[in-house]
């Protein structure tokens, strides 16, 4: 994974079933002003018409840079984005989801901010569109710098489509953890924070589409247990600094009541048994 890179940035854009939004991403790219990249298309099983549009769109550009890898098998967007960055020759690694959109400096203006200050991590501000008109970010999205740790135990704060992380950076936290169907950002982005900050440029550089990662989440039940999940796994870890570590308890004993409450509001005894024997004792004293 070391050595010389010729490539700067490796772009990778997960996708399944998105035959619709995918060849707009993909141009989103290739038009960029910053040039030195490849493009690392990964279709996750589609079974719609992604491949032939891609592969039309390839023939027509008979660009060097991209590549076009398919699974027969969904098997989500984390383990899409990983398969990506084990082929990535670049220095950096970009995402771009497969219904979102890069304005065409991003590339450019992005690389130069990380370059000029030596930042390992960064991402961009964004603009949200919903049922095709633009909407305003409520104050809890509003995205963090420097130490983003603290904010990112209540939501996910980076966005895939804005991020761009030191090759290296990523692969020393194996990546995206792929037994998360959903939240796999916020488990990745919580665990990297821990160590590493991730500064913004605050420029909006990208179009936020309400698409595949919205309605991936809609599908998924208990996203609140997913997090739990993922700041267990920090603690069972060890090695933390106590003020994180107070911190972390803190979110994780709200989280895991609210959660439980709710299953037992639906009347899910089994199932908040169960969960209930996963988590430590929901005293933060007696967990620290």
């Given at each position: 994974?070391?050595g010389?890179?010729?490539?700067?940035?490796?772009?990778?854009?997960?996708?399944?079933?998105?035959?619709?939004f995918?060849?707009?991403?993909?141009?989103s790219?290739?038009?960029q002003t910053?040039?030195?990249?490849?493009?690392?298309?990964?279709?996750?099983?589609?079974?719609?018409?992604?491949?032939?549009?891609?592969?039309?769109?390839?023939?027509?550009?008979k660009?060097?840079?991209?590549?076009?890898?398919?699974?027969?098998e969904?098997?989500?967007?984390?383990?899409?984005?990983?398969?990506?960055a084990?082929?990535?020759?670049?220095?950096?690694?970009?995402?771009?989801?497969?219904?979102?959109?890069w304005?065409?400096?991003?590339?450019?203006?992005?690389?130069n901010?990380?370059?000029?200050n030596?930042?390992?991590?960064?991402q961009?501000?964004?603009?949200w569109?919903?049922?095709?008109?633009r909407?305003?970010?409520?104050?809890?999205?509003?995205?963090?710098?420097?130490?983003?740790?603290?904010?990112?135990?209540?939501?996910?704060?980076?966005?895939?489509?804005?991020?761009i992380?030191?090759?290296?950076?990523?692969?020393?936290?194996?990546?995206?953890d792929?037994?998360?169907?959903a939240?796999?950002?916020?488990?990745?982005?919580?665990?990297?924070?821990?160590?590493?900050?991730?500064?913004?440029?605050?420029?909006?550089?990208?179009?936020?589409?309400?698409?595949?990662?919205?309605?991936?989440?809609?599908?998924?039940?208990?996203?609140?247990r997913?997090?739990?999940?993922?700041?267990?796994?920090?603690?069972?870890?060890?090695?933390?600094?106590?003020?994180?570590?107070?911190?972390?308890i803190?979110e994780?004993?709200?989280?895991?009541?609210?959660?439980?409450?709710?299953?037992?509001k639906?009347?899910?005894?089994?199932?908040?048994?169960?969960?209930?024997?996963?988590?430590?004792?929901?005293?933060?004293?007696?967990?620290?």
């Amino acid at each position: 994974m070391g050595g010389t890179h010729l490539i700067d940035v490796s772009v990778i854009i997960p996708t399944y079933n998105r035959q619709n939004f995918i060849i707009e991403s993909v141009l989103s790219v290739i038009n960029q002003t910053y040039k030195n990249f490849e493009l690392i298309i990964v279709d996750d099983g589609s079974t719609d018409e992604t491949e032939k549009k891609v592969a039309r769109l390839i023939k027509f550009y008979k660009d060097y840079r991209i590549t076009y890898k398919k699974f027969e098998e969904n098997r989500g967007s984390a383990f899409a984005r990983n398969r990506g960055a084990e082929i990535a020759k670049g220095e950096y690694i970009a995402f771009l989801d497969s219904d979102d959109l890069w304005l065409k400096n991003k590339l450019k203006e992005q690389i130069n901010f990380m370059k000029k200050n030596n930042f390992l991590i960064s991402q961009t501000d964004e603009i949200w569109i919903r049922n095709g008109k633009r909407v305003n970010q409520m104050e809890k999205h509003k995205k963090p710098s420097g130490d983003i740790f603290e904010k990112s135990l209540k939501l996910c704060t980076v966005s895939p489509s804005s991020v761009i992380i030191k090759r290296d950076i990523f692969f020393e936290f194996d990546g995206f953890d792929e037994s998360f169907l959903a939240c796999e950002d916020y488990d990745l982005w919580l665990r990297l924070s821990l160590k590493y900050p991730v500064y913004l440029l605050p420029k909006k550089l990208i179009i936020k589409r309400g698409g595949s990662w919205e309605q991936q989440s809609k599908k998924i039940p208990h996203l609140d247990r997913l997090r739990i999940e993922s700041m267990l796994k920090i603690i069972n870890q060890g090695a933390l600094e106590l003020h994180k570590k107070e911190r972390l308890i803190k979110e994780l004993v709200n989280k895991t009541s609210i959660y439980l409450n709710g299953l037992l509001k639906r009347e899910k005894f089994e199932e908040a048994r169960i969960f209930n024997q996963k988590v430590p004792e929901k005293n933060e004293k007696k967990i620290l």
